[in-house]
């Protein structure tokens, strides 16, 4: 399914809320449409392109809830999905901590879309892969990397008037430089949603920087030292920080 604009998602939700018979529903879409490239050993391996839809329906009758989820759009399909999130609703139990779907909201405008990215071709990602694997040649070096981007959409709507929608873009690139002898090891790593602003040439640069100078790295003794993290270093250690906590914690979830 193609990038639904905000009128077309806002019709299906709301085709998909007419065959509603619970006492709530709520119907949550989502869908991405993008494309990646993978090289490694200095030579491309793979490339392709990805798209995916999916439609999820809450159904409630007191405070019993059942979700079903569906990535077919005809109508026979939409009824079906609608109708066995109500048949699961019936059979589940009450739970007490079920919370009533939300009323109409304003949110403000989102600025997580770029049309730039969006309108990235195979060709885009295969020229920004040719100035890295050129950079790794010249500098008598072994590339491994990954460029992928998408654009997608999410949009909700439930029976007491609700409606949200959004769009958004990103584009990650990574690439990994080593020495020909294998010593030296060097990375990088970007993420935008604004595909102006990833510099490939500039990123797989500083990993052969950073392989080329780390290939005659020695031991040192065990102690206290400083060290400065890259960003692409921090945050992967607070999200994998994030993530523990989140497992470690105790908690009670309402399912809806």
Known sequence: MPILTKQEAQALLKKV?????????????????????RYARNAVSTSGGVSQSTLVVSSAYGKKSGV????EFDDASLEKVVRRSED??????ENPEFVSFLGPQQYAESKTYVAATAAITPKDRADAVATS????????????????????????MNSHGLFAYNTSTN???????????GKGSGYASK???????????????????KSSGSGAAK????????VILEPAAVSVLLENLMFSLMRALPMRVAVS
């Open 88 to 93: 699961l609703a019936q059979l589940a139990p």
């Open 191 to 209: 993420g935008y949603n604004d595909f102006s602003q990833l510099d490939v040439k500039k990123a797989t640069t500083i990993a052969a920087q």
């Open 68 to 71: 079903a989820t569906i990535n």
């Open 219 to 226: 031991a040192i003794e065990p102690g206290k030292y400083t």
């Open 17 to 37: 809320l007419s065959y509603s018979k619970a006492d709530e529903c709520e119907v949550n879409l989502n869908g991405s449409d993008g494309g990646n490239i």
């Open 133 to 156: 694997l050129q950079i790794a040649k010249d500098t008598k070096q072994v590339a491994a990397g990954f460029l992928e981007n998408n654009a997608g959409f999410a949009a909700m």
């Open 171 to 181: 584009v990650a690139f990574n690439v990994t430089l080593r020495t020909e002898d």
